[in-house]
């Protein structure tokens, strides 16, 4: 069986694969102050409650943003799993043409997430990650990872309104009909939720005309479901699980360089 480790800034996603099937998978808080006691111990506690053994994993791989945390996981895997884990990065291939400046400085799941859609969907296409930032990447046809662009993640966004503005409370992301409101919540839910819309749109809108051709619209991550309906109804196909099936594609294909 092969486990797929995708490490962002705010979650980490873990998923068991066997074959190309998806069995398992698991939302955990990314914690920077874990050991790799701990890790190891987070690891026998989900693959118990799935009825697995470490000892069915025979290789690893991980997506991290968040470089204080690799060290600690890949000791935690080598030690509670005994399979030595393959990180995202130089060195891997992708199957793809990344054609920016520097390709070092691109995120490892932006890379991912663009080798699932390629795999899955095709090119050209417009890949949207609404996590701790949100994330916009450009495909194309023939598999060329052209960059995109980078904003804050809503979260963050209101995080931030409301550390910064000390009359205002903090309020939940959801989906709201009015652009005005009657008081500071609902003003405040309206101001977020369309200006991150309308922010969404004009990006997209900008990047197809940039791209070219007729680009699928695939959007994945932690509130792709809140964002991705009716108020996003250019948004072709929301996969959750999207990092995970890029980390299985990028194990097949690195799998005989073990």
Known sequence: MFLALDVGNTNTMLGIYRGKKL??????????KKTADEYGVLFANLFCSADLSPNEINSV???SVVPPVNGVLERAIETYI?????????????GLNIKVDNPREVGADRIVNAVAVYNIYGGP????DF?????????SAEGHYYGGAIAPGLELAVEALVNKASQLPRIKIRETQKAIGANTVAAMEAGIYFGFIGQVRELIKRMKTELGGDPKIIATGGLAGTLAGEALECVDHVHHYLTLEGLRFLEELNSNER
Request: aromatic letters at 8%; glycine letters at 8%.
């Open 61 to 63: 791989m991980v997506s």
């Open 131 to 139: 996590g701790t930032a949100t994330t916009f990447c450009a495909l």
């Open 125 to 128: 296409a417009i890949i949207l």
């Open 82 to 94: 005994e399979v030595l884990p393959r990180f995202v990065g130089p060195g891997i291939k992708t």
């Open 23 to 32: 069995i398992r998978h698991w939302r955990v808080s990314t914690d920077r």
